[in-house]
């Protein structure tokens, strides 16, 4: 028989930081599903997706996702296998993303009028479509649909949209950016645009213990599975890789939104436009993270109640802000229902 080797305490120790430090300070292999651009627009390109069926197999009515500001987009592109993306192209959708690049300094007074209004009306190119909006891509994707109705939208799936502002009570993310405690105008006076790295701490400061120690001790007990290294590695290059906010949106989603609750008043004025989320009559799913400590549901669920279409949807499922798209147990669960609710919808 022959005889296993065994490191002594030392070096496996050591091994498994050199491993730990090399998960932790490097990219991992993202985004990968096929795709060309087909679009740009100063920071922001659109993608489209390669199909894999046939075009008599694939559903007529495309799809648009559209992101956060503030987070790179390809968390709906993670990894082959753990991809929403790769999933709607396998289920026969024509699949198009909506990625908004990172601002500069000359952006610095970029708004949500020009992202709604600019920016999403001239990527969007066909008769009829589908729009998917993401976190504050829910924000921008519920304004779009608010204003411009007759576009073409057919389907709107809205997953963890911070919307209604009203019980600032429930969030503390709006008790650090009161006006008592947090001055506005000085911070953007200083960077001219929301740095990427404080909207990170803020977010992982919601849950401090999970995102700074509970987070790394996971992969520390799980560096010999291949597996859950390949997973963490993933989300870790996601999580680190951060986008600053213009300081125009900045503002309004602080000012207009977390203090004033204008979208839901039917306050916001886009461009002298109200925004009156009555007018949007597109065939709705409203998706909501049960342990979602970023937008929790007393922010999702009353577009339910302000929009006029008949066709419509409150799903909720276990899971966190982001897990529910891209955790383990995201292709069981979200996705499935996701494609279910859209496919019928979208012929």
Known sequence: MAEVQTLDPYTEATNRLKTLSKVMTTKAQIAQTPKELVWTLNKAKLYRYTPVLPAEKRHPVPLLLVFALMNRPYILDLRPGHSFVEYMVNQGYDVYLLDWGAPGPEDKNLKFDDYTLDYMPRAIRKMKFSLLGWCIGAILTSIYSALRPDDGLRNLILLTAPLDFS??????????????????????????????????????????????????????????????????????????????????????????????????????????????????????????????HITPSCQSEPIMAKVSSTDKELFRINGGHIGIMAGSGAHKYTWPHINGWLAPRSK
């Not at 990427?196 to 803020?202: L, N, V």
């Not at 010999?224 to 290059?237: F, I």
Request: a negative charge; aromatic letters at 10%; proline letters at 3%.
């Open 167 to 292: 019980q600032t009570q429930n969030l503390t993310f709006a008790k650090w950016v009161d006006e008592r405690y947090f001055d506005i105008d000085k911070v953007l006076g200083a960077f001219g645009n929301m740095p990427g790295e404080m909207i990170d701490y803020g977010a992982k400061a919601l849950k401090p213990v999970e995102n700074y120690l509970s987070n790394y001790l996971k992969l520390w007990d799980n560096l010999d599975d291949p597996r859950v290294v390949e997973a963490w590695h993933a989300m870790n290059t996601w999580v680190t890789d951060n986008v600053p906010l213009a300081g125009g949106a900045f503002r309004q989603l602080i000012v207009d939104l977390y203090r004033h609750d204008k979208l839901m008043k039917g306050e916001l004025v886009i461009r002298g436009e109200k925004v009156d989320l009555g007018r949007i009559r597109a065939n709705l799913l409203t998706v909501i993270a049960e342990a979602d």
